[in-house]
C-alpha cells in the first residue's frame, strides 16, 4: 500500500511538473522581445536586409536610356544643321 500511494505520488508530480512546463512555454509564446515598435521594425529590417530582400537588381536601363537620348539629341543636331 505504501508503495502504491509512493507511485501516486511520483506520477502526480511527474504530471504537475510537466503541467507548469507547458503553462511556462505558453506564457513564452505571448512574450515580446522587443520593449519598442522601433526595436521591432529595426530587428525586422535588419533581418531582412540579410536575407537580401532589400537589395536592389542591378540594371542597365539608365545607361541605355542615357545614349538613346543623347543619339536623338546628337541626330536632331545634326539634321537642323
Known amino acids: ?22 503553462a511556462i512555454s505558453a506564457r ?3 512574450a515580446c522581445t522587443f520593449s519598442t515598435a522601433d526595436e521591432y521594425e529595426t530587428a525586422l529590417i ?3 536586409r540579410a536575407q537580401g530582400r532589400y537589395d536592389q537588381p542591378r540594371s542597365n536601363r539608365p545607361v541605355v536610356i542615357f545614349v538613346a537620348c543623347a543619339l536623338v539629341l546628337a541626330g536632331t543636331v545634326l539634321l537642323l544643321s
Open 46 to 48: 535588419t533581418e531582412r
Open 1 to 22: 500500500m505504501v508503495a502504491m500511494d509512493t507511485t501516486r505520488s511520483q506520477n502526480a508530480h511527474a504530471t504537475l511538473m510537466s503541467l507548469e512546463a507547458a
Open 28 to 30: 513564452g509564446g505571448f
